[in-house]
């Protein structure tokens, strides 16, 4: 059967989502795909790269019964294949040997046909395969219905042609006729244009056309967006799935004098920019309430753009019906900011409450009065309002079953401005990886746009108050957040280049920055990294979040040579009053 020749292979991209570890209802998720691939004609349905254990599995994938659990998924999954449908290609992890590998597996016939494993093994930013997996050999590719398909997993399409331990090449000298690549390919600003220049660069020299698959899903702060494509042998798109959704879709591929070639696909528009990112801040949020079960999420409304911004995603994400938002007002919350916040609740649907929190804060004084003796009031104080408001919001997350949505932006999170066990709780934080400029861009274009298949209301959501009026914590009389931090929009900058490009301060300097500024933010950047330790997870949008792909040590005495190593630690220390926030050492 395999070795008929052929002209004519009809092939379904199975862009879907998996949850790790459920391995039945990702089972059932290949079931259903093929049974749609095969209503729609298709002799071949092909799914992500570890789509049976979920991607990334993490160390979770050591474990033997889970290693034994995916291998008997797959065999069940092979039987039902005796039916003489579509063949499938799978990813899960494959074990042999003694060693473990990420394989891809073709199931016809009632049996695992083949089984190819990935050669290459990322071991920067956000991956660490290399942690669990051992790589494999090289190998040719597999026969589906007479056509020879090389299928080189993800990361084995990223190495140049006549590297060390190509896939590609080894395919095209072993015969292959069309690349089919399966993809744990999580999103990021700008992965769009890296996919697709890297896969033109493999056509162009291998002359094979090839097939994209990726997934879509949220996976902890991963977001996969999908977005799956194939590119014609000319480099001409064949077809473009749509970003951050799930479907099934046959293409069919004809051979002619110059090889094999797609007779026509859809080719859907895919978001970019600030649209890509507020789709992906969605589906991660979604993603993590739904496969771990909670009912539905609760969070403060400040009436700051932050808290805004987070309400909005959620009633994208889940629905109104499934937000709660609670106003936890103390002296220095202004008129404005409870009127802005009301405003917003009924703009958005949500459920909505008010809860003072003067005795609580009145309270914890009383009790450390005794301490505290005759000591001025200073950053103590705003910081017992802070954690009120997160003890309040705790309690109302385990009385209902809620899962708190913390809301602090990646600015905040930089400079260590946010109080720990205060507006820091929660369980997930949709806007992490957002800058206090990025929000306030977000916020102002979802009042002019809505995603396709977002939950909430049609139109404007966001007050325009809130987007227009200085930013401020209310901690204080009169307070702004630029009391403590140089303007946003110079922070922000400053710390693109610490971050996301690891700039040393004189570059920074040379391009125009203050130097004082920015050597303070680089203080700041560095105290506050024990805060991020026990941030919540949230959705990763840009090139380097805190987190996976930004690991640096809590003790580190370490500073940038702009900055002097003997100055005592003690003039190092960064007083930030918003948000309750203090960088202690």
Partial sequence: MNDRPADRLAIAAAQLNPTVGD???????????????????????????????????????????????????????????????PAVLVGTPWAEDGKLYNGYCLLEGGRIAAVRLKVNLPNYGVFDERRVFAPGPLGGPVSVRGVRLGVPICEDIW?????????????????????VVPNGSPYSRGKGDQR???????ITESGLPLIYVNQVCGQDE??????????????????????FRECVVTTVWERGADGWRCTGGPVAAIPEGDQADYEACVLGLRDYVDKNRFPGVVLGLSGGVDSALCAAMAVDALGAQRVRCVMLPYLYTSEASRTDAARLAEALGVAYDILPIAPAVEGLEQ???????????????????ARARGVILMAVSNKFGLMVVTTGNKSEMSVGYATL???MNGGFNPVKDLYKTEVYRLSWLRNRWKPEGALGPDGPLIPENILTRAPTAELRENQTDQDSLPPYDQLDAVLERLVERE???????????????????????????????????GVKVTLKNF???????ITNRFRDPGVPLSEPAATLAVTAPGSGAVLDL
């Fill in 23 to 85: 391995l039945d209802g990702n089972a059932e998720k290949v079931r259903r795909a093929r049974r749609e691939a095969a209503a729609q004609g298709a002799d071949l349905v092909a799914l992500p790269e570890l789509f049976i254990s979920g991607y990334p599995p993490e160390d979770l994938v050591l474990k033997p019964a889970f290693q034994a659990a995916c291998r008997a998924t797959v065999e069940a999954l092979a039987r039902d294949t005796a039916d003489g449908g």
């Fill in 159 to 179: 190495t140049e042609w006549g590297a060390y331990e190509d896939v590609v090449e080894c395919l095209v000298e072993t015969g292959a006729e069309i690349l």
């Fill in 196 to 202: 697709l220049n890297v896969a033109v660069a493999r």
């Fill in 222 to 243: 991963l977001v996969f967006d999908g977005a799956s494509f194939a590119l014609n042998a000319d480099r001409s798109l064949a077809f473009q799935l749509p970003a």
């Fill in 367 to 385: 009790s450390i009065a005794p301490l505290v003796g005759n000591r001025p009031r200073d950053v103590t104080e705003e910081n017992l309002q």
């Fill in 421 to 423: 066990y205060g507006d």
């Fill in 503 to 537: 700039e040393p301060i004189a570059e920074i300097v040379a391009a125009g920055f203050d130097r004082e500024m920015v050597m303070r933010v680089e203080r700041m950047l560095n105290l506050a990294e024990y805060k991020r330790r026990q941030a919540a997870p």
């Fill in 547 to 553: 987190g996976r792909d930004r690991r640096y040590p």
